[in-house]
């Protein structure tokens, strides 16, 4: 694909993008405002920009524009794609505009994603698959030599192979005598490979003929709401196809404990089991089909998922996670087949289960861990997955801490007043003009808005404190004479997109309500950070790097994170994004036994604390309750925006008259 | 019970026998000849008594007793049962009675019963039971302490019971968070110790209480007719409950080869499968029911049967068993659990199944070698099974070989005309007077007879070979000028019973064709004997003891046995039976894991001979086609008993005149 520079005047902000993108989103990317209101389906036709040099996309004439606007070069910026270099001018029609220029504001920055590779395992000596598939061309019995079958192939695997102290499975030992005698004593053999040292190999299936180049591992994440599967090439270590679909549980409850008060129901755990193997066995018959493998030759599966998710999987009861002292009934999980589970794959398939470190930290965050590979780096590390719940991680090769934080919904769009998961029409990016307080709404599939996303709600937040609209505490200036801070039943509001602008007939807003609740969230992330950090005797400073898991670290702005006091405030060149960290944390210990190896001793190495009983954690949340933070001196970077842009705010009652 | 002394003159022969025993049986074992052919229910009326001292029951006095004879003293010895120590005469009635005073015979002498039992492994040290109950008292979790139920229990055995680098089951784990709960964290659980060195312990149930006391393990002997099992206690050893039920397989077959072509069929082998379990589920039944014991403490189970038997317990293709060259699918089985194959048991329950050597030497071997201690022993020992199969082992702690005989069933009344099994009214032991030829037949249950079981058969032939009236290939002596030796449609006979006597209207007689099955049949066992030994360099002579196992070996007098050249000719007292060897072996595994650990050496050091692919057979074959071999040099104590009574055998038609 190819890349395209946008130059933005008068502001002179240049920025590179993708072939096709849109004006809007590349002016939001670069930091620079355009008033756009209905994101971006060309209804407000606000957005005017002059395209001054360069080439954009016919969709950017509208019947917003006049005939001499379109001679001119005016064109929507929701609608105008990037089809070569361009140098566009935003229409300064007022001095208003002009002051607009010396604000202090940062291009959008998100995180590098960030995954080690099979190539890098390699390199690093790390590659020691699971499953191993080996060819052999055994001598036919005769008279003088009519050993068992069985005896057949491990002496020939000894003498050959130097595979030695070998088991073989039940499974394996019934197929043995008619595959052997298929294709002339000619097999393939697949030999899963011990996670302990002083451990055996244990041959887990045979095959008639060559088929070493078929070999292939599943890997799982069990969300509370969304299971994904991976197909893995183990001799490639390509990722071949990918599903994901609801967890069917979701009709028993919407979160863990409403599924675990459905389990403690008479058959609600046998019930609750079956949903969940139902789910993986389909997302496993969609990766099986899209690759296009036969399933005999999958031979390997992973999965991880939180500590309830994990014990519904194996049929555990999870009553007592949401019970004082909650207690899991398992940190490491014995090696079992993933057919005893009832999961559709052949019956010689190892399962392994990510172990959990407490009830609310569990296999998801571990492969995460292990995944990122935090527990071979000598950075501290902050590892953060925020989905439906939220759970830190800090530390390195040498100690490992973490927690899990009641943040709440507010990232996925709950407790939210417009709230909305990050689906078409959610806004999830917002700047507003410092002046006239306009807002430029940008919306995932650029459509006319229907609520605010996690991200959205961020970038809606830190936007609006960067700009002085709302103070410390999120609430709203209520003095700057604008129609689009009122109040509602008394309660206050910005207003994003006025009625007609929206495809939910209302208007769209975001009330002081939904920003303590951010607030709330964001708090209880960063005092569990600080306390752990605490615990350890450091401080937020000593941060090395962020590590951030989850569809949410995707889209998330990291200034913006940083603004509003969710992330401490470091270099975002040493913030990684590595996607959904529970299902790349499954994929790598599909392709890599040391993963395997280590996470016994990483589960252990693993302090988890439970914040709601440790001591410092209520005072850390209470300073934690203010934009970004009771101490912004941990914030110099925003201090320095804000202090820099105060004398506009002040000024912008007397440039709007 | 009480034993009381019963002397027989004027033979002057004493034996001591139970109270109770019949007078008929003492005389047979005491090796004095009364006539009696009806079997003992009073109907020939032949064998009359005198009691000089002592007391025998009142069913002693008969119709066929006058009042007169009863004041003498006269009793029907096969209706009197002996209830003190009593002096028997037999009447003397000719010369030729006295004569018979004169020949050489011996009594019966059956193999003594040993087995190794439980207090001889402890003192021996060999007590490592593969599963062992632990009680704990496992502190309550608090907030403080609030780590994994799991971790609970496995920190709680390192730190008081030394117990590390533990496993656990899926299974167990399902049952702990309720199981710890129910009993104030109070708890038993079971821990299976491994076989191998350097294997870890595993903990495979969990039970609230304190349930040390209660452990159990079950062994099974899978034969291709008949399955038992039994009830063992692993605290003091003992077997608790035994049964016996029909192998459910024989609908499906008589013998372990119709049972593999019936394998063959479409859906064969699950059925044949389905139904050892299901005859397997019921013996378990009975036996727990028996015993009183709950199922949940039964925590180990071991299987022996023979390869046949065993693939299709595991539901493994046993077609490659009966076609050349011979191949069974494998020797050592892997691990895994009882219920896996759904025998009805715990789900925790680990199954030992014992290990193959050969298509033909099975598991129910392999174990008869193992429970009888023949590894473990210095001196020269010959292991013998005789079932519906013969199979042989011959050696000590250095060596070992082994090989399946062809002998026929005729052990088991197979191609004898009047063949049956042990069952009543089957003739099992005999002697004849050596002058008028008038038998002495004495049946199971003391009925009249229905026919000859293999122990009859062998005692018949032998005794009808030492008297004279069959040659060394096993011919009537034609010329004797008794109606009892006589020929129908062209086979000669001697005829047993008539048919006034039996309980089937027809005369129950042995013919040539009986006794060249059974010379055929011991002629395979002991050329097959003769062939391990010369593989290894060595002759009969070596051999020092002789273990008999199989429910042929109870019965079996030892010295016919030598006679007819089935056992070679060694003192009776190097003569042990064991019983089923099969069960005996997969007892005396659920007793002590060094049975499980030797056994895999143990199969890998048994050499294995197919006896129809080894040069050296078919010539010892030949040569063992005679009563009792060809050189009869090997027999010296029956060549001068027969030198001894060969003047009485010359002169019996004389004496009749």
Redesign the interface.
């Known amino acids: 694909m190819n890349r395209y520079s946008v130059l933005f005047l008068p502001h002179n902000k240049k920025i590179e993008v993708d072939e096709g993108s849109l004006l809007i989103q590349a002016a939001m990317d670069a930091g620079v405002h355009i008033n756009a209101s209905c994101g971006g389906e060309g209804i407000c036709g606000k957005c005017r920009v002059i395209i001054e040099e360069g080439r954009v996309g016919a969709e950017g004439f509208s019947e917003k524009l006049s005939r001499e606007d379109i001679e001119k070069g005016y064109r929507l910026a929701c609608l105008s794609k990037v089809e070569s270099d361009v140098t566009v001018r935003i229409p300064i029609e007022s001095k208003i505009d002009v002051s607009v220029l010396n604000l202090q504001s940062v291009p959008r920055k998100k995180a590098r994603i960030s995954q080690m590779n099979f190539d890098d395992l390699k390199e690093q000596g790390l590659f020691f698959p699971p499953v191993e598939k080996i060819y052999l061309e055994l001598p036919e019995?005769?008279?003088?030599?009519?050993?068992?079958?069985?005896?057949r192939l491990i002496d020939h695997l000894r003498a050959n192979h130097n595979e030695h102290q070998l088991?073989?499975?039940?499974q394996t030992?019934?197929k043995?005598?008619?595959v052997m005698?298929e294709e002339d004593f000619k097999v393939t053999v697949t030999i899963e490979r011990p996670v302990r040292d002083?451990g055996r190999s244990r041959i887990i299936n045979i095959q008639a003929g060559d088929t070493r180049e078929k070999n292939y591992a599943i890997a799982i994440d069990i969300g509370t709401t969304t299971v994904y599967g991976q197909l893995i090439d183990l001799i490639t270590g390509e990722a071949l196809a990918e599903y994901g679909d609801f967890n069917g549980q979701i009709s028993y409850g919407e979160d863990v404990i409403t599924r675990i008060m459905y389990a403690e129901k008479p058959e609600g755990l046998k019930r609750l089991h079956t949903v969940i193997i139902l789910t993986i066995n389909k997302v496993v018959g969609k990766i099986v089909k899209k690759a296009g493998v036969t399933i005999d030759d999958v031979s390997s599966m992973t999965v991880a998922g939180n500590t309830t998710m994990t014990q519904l999987l194996?049929?555990?009861?999870p009553?007592?996670i949401r019970r004082?002292?909650?207690?899991?009934?398992?940190?490491?999980?014995?090696p079992?087949r993933a057919s005893?589970i009832d999961i559709a794959v052949g019956r010689h398939v190892p399962l392994l289960v990510y172990p959990?470190i407490?009830?609310y930290v569990g296999g998801d965050i571990v492969a995460g861990v292990m995944g990122a590979g935090i527990y071979r780096t000598d950075k501290l590390t902050l590892y953060m997955d925020i989905g439906t719940n939220a759970e830190i991680v800090i530390g390195n090769q040498e100690w490992l801490t973490c927690a899990a934080c009641s943040a709440g919904p507010a990232f996925e769009g709950g407790g939210v007043k417009f709230g909305m998961r990050a689906a078409q029409g959610a806004i999830e990016d917002f700047s507003i003009d410092p002046i006239t307080l306009e807002p430029m709404n940008i919306t995932i599939g650029s459509v006319r808005p229907k609520g605010i996303c996690g991200s959205g709600l961020i970038n809606i937040v830190a936007t609006l404190l960067e700009m002085g609209v709302i103070d410390n505490r999120g609430k709203l200036n209520r003095d700057l004479g604008t129609d689009r801070i009122r109040e509602v039943e008394g309660v206050w509001e910005y207003v994003l997109a006025w009625r007609e602008m929206t495809q939910i007939d209302r208007d769209i807003a975001i009330t002081e309500t939904d920003i303590d609740n951010l607030i709330r969230a964001k708090g209880a992330i960063y005092s569990g950070c600080m306390t752990l950090l605490e615990e350890v005797g450091l401080t937020m400073d000593a941060i090395e790097q962020i590590i951030l898991a989850g569809g949410f670290g995707s889209c998330v702005d990291l200034e913006k994170a940083m603004t509003i006091g969710l992330l401490p405030e470091i270099d975002t060149e040493k913030v990684k994004f590595i996607g959904n960290g529970s299902l790349l944390g499954a994929k790598m210990s599909s392709l890599t036994n040391t993963i395997r190896k280590d996470v016994g001793k990483v589960t252990a190495m693993m302090t988890n604390f439970?914040l709601s009983?440790t001591a410092s954690y209520m005072d850390n949340y209470m300073a934690a309750l203010f934009l970004p933070h009771t101490s912004i001196g941990n914030f110099p970077r925003l201090k320095e925006r804000m202090e820099a842009n105060r004398s506009m705010w002040e000024s912008r009652k007397s440039l709007r008259k």
Do not use: C, W
Request: net charge negative; no cysteine; aromatic share 8%.
């Open positions: 019995p005769t008279h003088a030599d009519n050993k068992s079958d069985i005896s088991q073989i499975t039940l030992m019934r043995t005598p008619d005698r002083g194996m049929e555990i009861n009553k007592y004082a002292p909650y207690v899991p009934a398992a940190n490491l999980y014995p079992f005893d959990q407490s009830s439970e009983e």
